[in-house]
Nanobody, 121 residues
Framework: VQLVESGGGMVQPGGSLRLSCVVSDFRFSRYDMSWVRQAPGKGPEWVSSIDTDGGRTYYAESVKGRFTISRDNAKNTLYLQMNNLKPEDTALYYC???????????????WGQGTQVTVSS
């Protein structure tokens, strides 16, 4: 199982980034997927989940209205569009092979290697 995140970087508050996660070695279209983030010195935080066909999406209150999760099953790729970024969004962002918030935060073996997002002026 391989999950490879990309798209992170440094942006100013109010800026946008789009994260991508390309997966291989498992049937992507059969799995609900999630994004998890971990800020320095803090535990993992569930951010968002999406069902297998993208018809249902779920968000943490802290990102609702600013982040959008999506997927392209033909490309085996998961996305996270992040708008109106805030300094508190600074973290390492991971995609995860499961859609259950309580599970993905305790299963780092379900994550990729992560991509760093830094929001600072």
């Amino acid at each position: 199982v391989q999950l490879v995140e990309s798209g992170g970087g440094m942006v100013q508050p109010g800026g946008s980034l789009r994260l991508s996660c390309v997966v291989s070695d498992f049937r992507f279209s059969r799995y609900d997927m999630s994004w998890v983030r971990q800020a320095p010195g803090k535990g993992p935080e569930w951010v968002s989940s999406i069902d297998t066909d993208g018809g249902r999406t779920y968000y943490a209150e802290s990102v609702k209205g600013r982040f959008t999760i999506s997927r392209d099953n033909a490309k085996n790729t998961l996305y996270l569009q992040m708008n109106n970024l805030k300094p508190e969004d600074t973290a390492l962002y991971y995609c995860a092979r499961d859609g259950r918030p309580s599970l993905v935060v305790v299963r780092p073996d379900y994550w990729g290697q992560g991509t760093q997002v830094t929001v600072s002026s």
